[in-house]
């Protein structure tokens, strides 16, 4: 193609450019999104109550600090998908498992705690592993996709607690999978390669999942990276490494490259989805940064000591498989309490060993909000809009 440029190519040229212009123009210029309802799958990081619902309630202390008590939630208040939910001036979403008191009309949540992107081979007593896999989230949210507007039709109090059809369309769909996926292979002994070996099929995986909510009237998409999780008590309890390979912030280094390897994956993948589904936007979210900041740098903000748990019991992170968050023991007839919160949680990056408190989650919330740490770099209430020049400029 050595000649001239063409008449055809170059009209070709400017309604791509003038596409490409307006598209940029509306999203500075126009409205918020008209977002009605949040879809999420994910794990703990994002289950407001799906594993509770099905294997028993995640215990006291867990949701003192805003909740007053239990509620479904790993943590001791508001996750980031709550706040999410409060930023869009949306209700707080009911876990889809949920049959007491559960309202639909603006979303559902597909997460539990301890999901993977892939089904595990084991049970959840066996390795405790969510046996609800990101697939069986897709599986569940296409059935409520479906019977959501059969049952609406039978009106009265089910038109009331159900999203109206075009919902699906407006709504937003979050995505916060992966941890587990990669601590899974660790705890059945892996090694590092191993692990790595298998994360372009997790990727793939995730892929499918997002291609088939697409299929099903899907549009926006909120999608986070996983999280250091070699900063994390239960890891670093769990799966000692030399001291060569701890970090400045205290941090095991073969958990969290990991880590970065899937997120640089899923960056990928979200980028050819964005070409795969041409009317799709889709938000990657760097979650990763903020919570290695807030590991590294706590004290600067206000958590003097990040690896330590705020509810646990002993050890050199205050945490213990055995005895976690809200264990009891009896002595002298009596229950006593071990696992037993901070004086402060406010202060505390990590909850329980394994989940950040609402703290570390408003911190990151308010962070991510504005788009900063979002690619492309659009504000959530702005996640509806397309901008395909932003992701390749990066
Ligand atoms: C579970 O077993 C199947 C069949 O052997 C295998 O293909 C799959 O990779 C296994 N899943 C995991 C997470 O190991
Ligand atoms: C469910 O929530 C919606 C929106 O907050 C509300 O309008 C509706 O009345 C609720 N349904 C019931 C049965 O309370
Ligand atoms: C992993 O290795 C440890 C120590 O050798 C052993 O106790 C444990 O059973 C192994 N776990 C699995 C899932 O193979």
Known sequence: MASLPSPLLLTTISVLLSVILTRCSVAVTTSPCDFTAIFNFGDSNSDTGGLSAAFGQASWPHGESFFGGPAGRYCDGRLIVDFIAEGLGLPYLSAYLDSVGSNFTHGANFATAGSTIRPQNTTLRQSGF????????????????????????????????????????????????????????????????????????????????????????????????????????????????????????????????????????????????????????????????????????????????????CCGHGGKYNYNMHIGCGAKIKRHGKEVLVGKPCKDPSTSVVWDGVHLSQAANKWIFDRIVDGSFSDPPVPLKMACFRKELASDQH
């Not at 000692?240 to 993948?269: H, M």
């Open 130 to 309: 969510s046996p609800i896999s990101l697939d069986d989230q897709w599986v569940e949210f296409n059935d409520f996709h479906r019977r959501s507007q059969i049952v609406r039709r039978r009106g009265g109090v089910f038109k009331k607690l159900l999203p109206k059809k075009e919902d699906f369309s407006r709504a937003l769909y979050t995505f916060d999978i992966g941890q587990n996926d990669l601590t899974a292979g660790y705890f059945s002994n892996m090694t590092t390669d191993e692990v790595r070996a298998y994360v372009p099929d997790l990727l793939n995986h995730f892929q499918n999942i997002v291609k088939n909510v697409y299929s099903q009237g899907g549009r926006r998409f909120w999608i986070h990276n996983t999280g250091p999780v070699g900063c994390l008590p239960y890891v670093l309890d769990r799966i000692p490494v030399s001291p060569s390979q701890i970090d400045k912030a205290g941090c095991a280094t073969p958990f969290n490259e990991v880590a970065r390897y899937f997120n640089r994956g899923l960056k990928k993948a979200v980028k050819q989805l964005r070409k795969d589904l041409p009317l799709a936007a889709l938000t990657y979210v760097d979650l990763y940064s903020l919570k290695y900041t807030l590991f590294s740098q706590g004290r600067k903000y206000g958590f003097p000591r990040p690896l330590i748990t």
